[in-house]
């Protein structure tokens, strides 16, 4: 079965800039990866996806500041992160989803990234 490994996260000040990285390991197939995030006391919510095709989408308010890209070759996914905020702190996850048959829904373990002032 597909796995998912975050790296990349960190501390960082409030302005500055972070790259996350998300590898995937096994077959994928044709699949949406995207990245997703979660703040204390909140729920999860999706920061980007990228299908297969290379279609992304990004949350509105996350839109020109975060730029996701994926290598298709090396099942990788990446999420650039700049003119960074302390809202976006949390834990960011990656994962991997396809909706029609075969169904899958992968989650990678999450990795911190904190936003200080």
């Known amino acids: 079965q597909v796995q998912l490994v975050e790296s990349g996260g960190g501390l960082v000040q409030a302005g500055g800039s972070l790259r996350l990285s998300c590898a995937a390991s096994?077959?994928?197939?044709?699949?949406?990866m995207g990245w997703y995030r979660q703040a204390p006391g909140l729920e999860r919510e999706m920061v980007a996806t990228v299908t297969s095709g290379g279609i992304t989408d990004y949350a509105d308010s996350l839109r020109g500041r975060f730029i996701a890209s994926r290598d298709n070759a090396k099942n990788t996914l990446s999420l650039q992160m700049n003119s960074l905020k302390p809202e976006d702190t949390g834990v960011y996850y990656c994962n991997l989803r396809r909706r029609h048959t075969p169904q899958i829904n992968v989650w990678g373990q999450g990795i911190q990234v904190t936003v200080s002032s």
């Open positions: 096994g077959y994928i197939g044709a699949a949406t």
